[in-house]
Each structure stands twice: as C-alpha cells, then as structure tokens.
C-alpha cells in the first residue's frame, strides 16, 4: 500500500508465542489485501483485470468484488464525486504509480483521458465473485478505500484471535474495539499545513472507524498553484474546494476511508448535507487566507466553528499552559527544600570559618594551590598527602631516581 500500519494490543490473551504467531498474522493477512488490490504489484488481481481488454466478467476474490461493489455504491450516493475508476487521471496528474512529471496537463489531454474514465462502465458481482467493464482500457484504483479495508481486516483477524482492545492504523485511516482499562482510545486529527507536528483534535472513540483526506502531504506546486492529490472525477482536475482536510467516524473503516475522499472533493456544504443526510460524524476543516475554520456533525460537531491561525495549534496552546503550571507547581514544592538547603550549607561554612580563625592556622588549600603547604624538600602538596601511602613513596622513589 506504499504506507506504514501499527497495531496496539491491550491486555492481550495470555497464550504462548501469541504476539509472534499474531504479528505473522497480520503480515500475511495485509500481503494477501496487496495481492488483491494493489495497482503497484502487476500480479495483483487488480492490475490483472485493468491490464486485461475483455469486457466479459473477469474473475476475483470475495474481498476485492466486495470493496468495488461498496465504491460504486459511493459513487451512485455522491454522483460520481468518488470514483475508482480515476486511474488514469491520477497518474497524468503525478499522483498515481507512473511516472511524476509535476506538470499540468492541456484540456485536450484531460478530455482525452476522461472517455476512459467512469464508474457508470465497471459493475461488481458478489456470488460468483467477478468484476466487469464495458470499456477495454477501463481501469481500477481502489487506494481511497483499500487502506481502509485492510484495517477492517486486521481488526476482524485480530478478534477471531481472541483480542478484544485493539487499535489499528494503516496510513493514518484507524478503527478501535474495546478501550484501555476503561479509558477510550484516542486518535488525532492533524493540523494541516503544519508538517504533522501539530494536532488540532484529540478525539475519544471506541468500537468505531475514523480516516482523513487532506490536501496538505500530497501535492505539488506550479506557478504558485497547489495541486492536491484529490482529483474530482467529474472535472478531471485537482479540487480546488478550499479544503484542508476531512476526517469521518463510522463502524466500517473502509466506509470512513472512502467517504473522506468524496466529500473531500465535493467541498464544505455538499459534504456537510452528505454527511447530515448519512448520518456521519464529520469534521471539516476549511482553509481560509490566513487561518482555518472547523465546521462539524454528530461525535465530531464539538469541535466545530474553531478558528484557528495556520500556524497554531489548539491543542499546543493548552499543552504549553498545561507545561507552565506544571513548572509552576514544581517550584513551589521544591522552594522549601532548596531554602532548607541553604541554610544548612551556610551554616557549615559558617562554622569551618570560625575554627580556623580562632585556631589561627592558615587554610592549606588545594594541590599545588597559593596556599599549599611546602615541605623540607620544597614539594607542594595537600595535608592528605602529608602520610604518603606506599605507592605514593614508590612513586616518588622513582621519580628521585631519574
């Protein structure tokens, strides 16, 4: 999937060798997801049935017709903004497989491109599993979904492994069972434009999917024009929407995952009225000329109507106010102490500095110092050394020697 995924286990079964044989699991269980629908791989099923010219029904695994049949039940819910079958256009525009040019295609290029593009061509069949296009150079992306599926995957391998708190994350898309202890697991939402440093959400779910899209870690800039990675299937261009990033919560990762893309693409009211209307738990973050705005539904709509500066954070604002009385609170109970000290170490000095006047003998000072002592020879050395050990006396000997 050209990404990175982690599992958390809490309090998992107390079975030997179950983390090994499990982290085997897991691997095997996402090679097989590659295997099926990666377009990287050519002897993926995918890439089989894109490379393939018939129009007749192409034969694939129950997982991949099931994850096809749910993009084109996307597609029909937002009228084409999410389509699998943008391949093409992706590539042209440097974001897919092929080679990156970082350029902007002409129109004549685009249109050209576009009459092989279209949900409408491509059907799925569930029982006998198969795919079937009506345009031979019809082909298949299923990267905004298939992230997400894999975490469904995981999550369903990791049950039937008898683990019931897991947290599952594949290229940032995420879904939960259980908690930790009885505390919910937490996912951030990112801040965009501030290079992943930065969270503007920290948000509580449990037993439930979240995924983002954003236009903020995949584009490319020319003639001070940014060009995201999200293209709308129905302009064959980059969006150009004003938003920064969406993140959805359903039960489904997979639906999380694709529904953040296509209402990435329809931009904020449209997305806000689908989400309304499908009963999902969005946040919507809006970049402005100087700032960016938070509009919000369901779980999420908490964290609407934020105005933040690009380049400040919500959550690092009360992280540093938090860190402050932190310090604060530690000074105040180490004061005490450290004036207990103090004093202590006052006194002692107090007290060497009366036995020395009152004895009225110079203070000898340190090896070689301006007030060490000399003895008969004319060698200056402290009162430790006024005994030499025997390996003291040795050296010297030698030393006499030479």
Same mark, same amino acid.
């Given at each position: 999937?050209?990404?990175?995924?982690?599992?958390?286990?809490?309090?998992?079964?107390?079975?030997?060798?179950?983390?090994?044989?499990?982290?085997?699991?897991?691997?095997?269980?996402?090679?097989?997801?590659?295997?099926?629908?990666?377009?990287?791989?050519?002897?993926?099923?995918?890439?089989?049935?894109?490379?393939?010219?018939?129009?007749?029904?192409?034969?694939?695994?129950?997982?991949?017709?099931?994850?096809?049949?749910?993009?084109?039940?996307?597609?029909?819910?937002?009228?084409?903004?999410?389509?699998?079958?943008?391949?093409?256009?992706?590539?042209?525009?440097?974001?897919?497989?092929?080679?990156?040019?970082?350029?902007?295609?002409?129109?004549?290029?685009?249109?050209?491109?576009?009459?092989?593009?279209?949900?409408?061509?491509?059907?799925?069949?569930?029982?006998?599993?198969?795919?079937?296009?009506?345009?031979?150079?019809?082909?298949?992306? &299923? /990267?905004?979904?298939?992230?997400?599926?894999?975490? !469904? +995957?995981? =999550?369903?391998?990791?049950? *039937?492994?008898? @683990? $019931?708190?897991?947290?599952?994350?594949?290229?940032?898309?995420?879904?939960?069972?259980?908690?930790?202890?009885?505390?919910?697991?937490?996912?951030?939402?990112?801040?965009?434009?501030?290079?992943?440093?930065?969270?503007?959400?920290?948000?509580?779910?449990?037993?439930?999917?979240?995924?983002?899209?954003?236009?903020?870690?995949?584009?490319?800039?020319?003639?001070?024009?940014?060009?995201?990675?999200?293209?709308?299937?129905?302009?064959?261009?980059?969006?150009?929407?004003?938003?920064?990033?969406?993140?959805?919560?359903?039960?489904?990762?997979?639906?999380?995952?694709?529904?953040?893309?296509?209402?990435?693409?329809?931009?904020?009211?449209?997305?806000?009225?689908?989400?309304?209307?499908?009963? &999902? /738990?969005?946040?919507?973050?809006?970049?402005?000329? !100087? +700032?960016? =705005?938070?509009?919000?539904? *369901?779980?999420? @709509? $908490?964290?609407?109507?934020?105005?933040?500066?690009?380049?400040?954070?919500?959550?690092?604002?009360?992280?540093?106010?938090?860190?402050?009385?932190?310090?604060?609170?530690?000074?105040?109970?180490?004061?005490?102490?450290?004036?207990?000290?103090?004093?202590?170490?006052?006194?002692?000095?107090?007290?060497?500095?009366?036995?020395?006047?009152?004895?009225?003998?110079?203070?000898?000072?340190?090896?070689?110092?301006?007030?060490?002592?000399?003895?008969?020879?004319?060698?200056?050395?402290?009162?430790?050394?006024?005994?030499?050990?025997?390996?003291?006396?040795?050296?010297?000997?030698?030393?006499?020697?030479?």
């Amino acid at each position: 999937m050209g990404t990175t995924y982690m599992v958390k286990v809490h309090s998992p079964p107390e079975q030997p060798d179950w983390a090994s044989e499990t982290e085997t699991a897991i691997d095997r269980e996402l090679r097989s997801v590659n295997d099926q629908m990666s377009t990287y791989l050519k002897s993926s099923e995918l890439s089989q049935f894109n490379a393939s010219e018939s129009t007749d029904w192409f034969e694939v695994s129950a997982d991949t017709a099931r994850v096809v049949a749910a993009a084109l039940e996307l597609s029909e819910k937002t009228d084409g903004a999410f389509d699998v079958t943008v391949g093409p256009l992706v590539d042209r525009w440097s974001f897919g497989a092929g080679e990156r040019k970082n350029d902007v295609p002409s129109e004549s290029e685009l249109d050209k491109l576009k009459k092989s593009v279209g949900y409408q061509h491509l059907e799925a069949r569930l029982d006998p599993p198969a795919l079937k296009k009506d345009i031979a150079n019809l082909r298949v992306d &299923l /990267s905004s979904i298939a992230k997400g599926h894999g975490v !469904d +995957r995981v =999550v369903d391998l990791l049950a *039937g492994r008898d @683990a $019931e708190n897991v947290f599952v994350e594949i290229g940032g898309e995420v879904r939960v069972t259980g908690d930790k202890s009885g505390e919910s697991w937490k996912v951030g939402i990112q801040q965009p434009d501030a290079g992943g440093q930065k969270l503007m959400v920290a948000h509580k779910i449990r037993d439930a999917a979240m995924a983002t899209s954003g236009d903020y870690r995949n584009f490319f800039e020319v003639d001070q024009q940014r060009y995201s990675h999200t293209i709308d299937p129905r302009t064959g261009r980059p969006v150009t929407n004003g938003l920064a990033s969406v993140s959805v919560i359903t039960d489904s990762c997979m639906l999380a995952d694709g529904w953040a893309t296509a209402l990435n693409v329809v931009g904020r009211e449209e997305a806000m009225r689908l989400a309304r209307e499908n009963e &999902l /738990s969005v946040l919507i973050v809006q970049r402005l000329s !100087d +700032r960016l =705005v938070s509009s919000g539904t *369901g779980e999420l @709509a $908490e964290y609407a109507d934020v105005d933040v500066p690009a380049d400040v954070s919500v959550v690092d604002d009360a992280a540093k106010k938090s860190e402050k009385a932190e310090a604060k609170t530690f000074a105040q109970r180490m004061a005490p102490v450290l004036l207990m000290t103090g004093i202590t170490f006052g006194a002692v000095l107090l007290a060497m500095a009366v036995g020395v006047i009152f004895g009225r003998q110079a203070i000898s000072g340190s090896c070689g110092g301006l007030n060490a002592k000399v003895d008969e020879d004319g060698v200056s050395r402290c009162t430790m050394c006024s005994t030499p050990s025997e390996a003291c006396q040795e050296l010297r000997d030698k030393m006499a020697e030479k």
